[in-house]
């Protein structure tokens, strides 16, 4: 079946440690982008990518990395400079267009404890 | 930049009544227009779209219309049903998409 896989589902991280997120879809997608998702809020854009080797920051870049080395993997780094990292993180994908679907993954829960 | 407002936050209806959500959007260049169901602890799933060429469209017990001049679209949900919980999201997209904040939908038995 194709879709957008996310791990872990759930993660608990210490104060101050890095911790990545994976996304991998296996749709042929071209944009792929991470959103943040808190209680009560929509969905904030954090970093999206249109194609291999390049990305762009979102609305709320800071204290967050990513890479695109490869077209079916987009993973996300929480570092220690993301001030308040505990929330729900969703990875999505679209074929290139703006205009169409965006397909999203399960969801990862990040808590700093 | 595009804002999206999304009314009500929470809608409690009766099983088989009709759910009506709202939302309102700021750039006019914004010309798509999903709408995305999510229930907890699981990734959004689109449930219906509307592209700005067209003011209405209906899929079964779900329809979307789209007021370009008032700058406004709506989701309409019938004969509500208990698996209809859930919180709907609305976004504009024109150069990235932009959600609103959701609304938490209810369907009382």
């Known amino acids: 079946d194709g879709g957008i896989t996310q791990s872990p589902k759930y993660l608990f991280r210490k104060e101050g440690q890095n911790v990545t997120l994976s996304c991998e879809q296996n749709?042929?997608?071209?944009?792929m982008y991470w959103y943040r998702q808190d209680p009560g809020q929509g969905l904030r854009l954090i970093y999206y990518?249109?194609?291999?080797?390049?990305?762009q920051k979102g609305d709320i870049a800071e204290g967050y990395s990513v890479s695109r080395e490869k077209k079916e993997s987009f993973p996300l780094t929480v570092t220690s400079a993301q001030k308040n990292p505990t929330a729900f993180y969703l990875c999505?994908?679209?074929?290139?267009?703006?205009?169409?679907?965006?397909?999203f993954g399960e969801g990862s829960r990040l808590t700093v404890l | 930049g595009e804002n999206v407002e999304q009314h009500p936050s929470t809608l409690s209806v009766q099983e088989g009544d009709s759910a009506v959500i709202k939302c309102t959007y700021s750039?006019?260049?914004?010309?798509?227009f999903p709408w995305y169901k999510q229930e907890l602890g699981k990734g959004p799933q689109l449930i219906i779209d509307?592209?700005?060429?067209?003011g209405e469209k209906k899929d079964q017990r779900i329809a979307v219309t789209l007021n370009k001049t008032a700058k406004h679209f709506s989701l309409h949900i019938t004969e509500t049903q208990p698996e209809d919980s859930a919180v709907y999201f609305c976004?504009?997209?024109?150069?990235?998409?932009?959600f609103g904040p959701g609304t938490r939908l209810s369907a009382l038995p």
């Open positions: 999505a994908s679209t074929a290139g267009s703006n205009t169409g679907e965006l397909f």
């Open positions: 750039d006019s260049a914004s010309n798509y």
């Open positions: 509307i592209r700005s060429n067209v």
């Open positions: 976004a504009a997209s024109g150069q990235n998409f932009v």
């Open positions: 749709l042929n997608h071209d944009a």
């Open positions: 990518s249109q194609i291999v080797n390049d990305f």
